[in-house]
């Protein structure tokens, strides 16, 4: 069964405005991992938070995770155009390092 | 970016043949992962690997075949084609221990007529 769940399933901004996409999950996790992935290519690793972390910044990221809440979010402050893609949440549950993608998240920046 | 590359990156072919999706990274990754991703959707596991001669299925059941006979290949194989197998294939690695973060290919589409 899916994990991970983001929310909003789109999500439309003009160039400049911050860009907020929440992930929710449903089990235990070891750590979750947002990705980007843009049109018709692979996935690109954004950053990691373990479940004894609470925020992480990379750059113009800042991801949360609120473990008794099951979710996460992704904050892209002073969006470019060149953010627009897809984002996906990912969990890891288990010793294995299996990943649990959601569906993604749509970003469009207006530019 | 990563260094893990996929071929064909592009491939239309008729139902009932036999197709090879290759895979190669230059990492040294130990673990190897195959996803199956339709349009606008979520990736799906459907093969992997923790290391050479170790493979498992994923999540979701495929009619497709891997091998890994060395660290750097992981091959994926479906011996009839069908259109229900249209998708894009995703291959990605990660270091087996300690670093869960995983690297992707650019994806191979795949259309079945």
């Known amino acids: 069964s899916q994990q991970g769940e983001e929310d909003p399933q789109a999500l439309s901004i003009q160039e400049g405005e911050n860009a907020t996409m929440n992930c929710s999950y449903k089990?235990?996790?070891?750590?979750l991992q947002w990705y980007r992935q843009n049109s018709g290519r692979g996935l690109v690793h954004l950053i990691l938070i373990r479940s004894n972390e609470r925020e992480k910044h990379s750059g113009r990221l800042r991801v949360t995770l609120d473990t008794s809440k099951k979710s996460s979010s992704l904050l892209i402050t002073a969006s470019r155009a060149a953010d627009t893609a897809s984002y996906f949440c990912?969990?890891?549950?288990?010793?294995?390092?299996?990943?649990?993608f959601g569906k993604g998240i749509t970003l469009s920046v207006r530019p | 970016e990563a260094d893990i590359y996929q071929t064909p990156r592009y491939l239309v072919i008729g139902t009932g043949k036999k197709i090879t999706l290759e895979c190669s990274q230059t990492?040294?990754?130990?673990?190897m992962y195959w996803y199956q991703q339709d349009p606008g959707m979520e990736l799906h596991l459907i093969h992997y690997?923790?290391?050479?001669?170790?493979?498992e299925k994923g999540d979701l059941s495929s009619e497709s075949t891997v091998s890994r006979i060395r660290t750097e290949h992981f091959p994926l194989t479906l011996e009839s084609a069908r259109p229900s197998h249209t998708s894009q294939y995703l291959c990605a690695s990660s270091e087996y221990i300690g670093q869960e973060t995983q690297y992707f290919g650019p994806g191979t589409r795949l259309l079945v007529l």
């Open positions: 690997s923790y290391g050479v001669n170790s493979t």
């Open positions: 089990t235990s996790i070891n750590n």
């Open positions: 990912a969990t890891d549950a288990g010793a294995n390092s299996k990943l649990t």
């Open positions: 990492m040294g990754h130990d673990k």
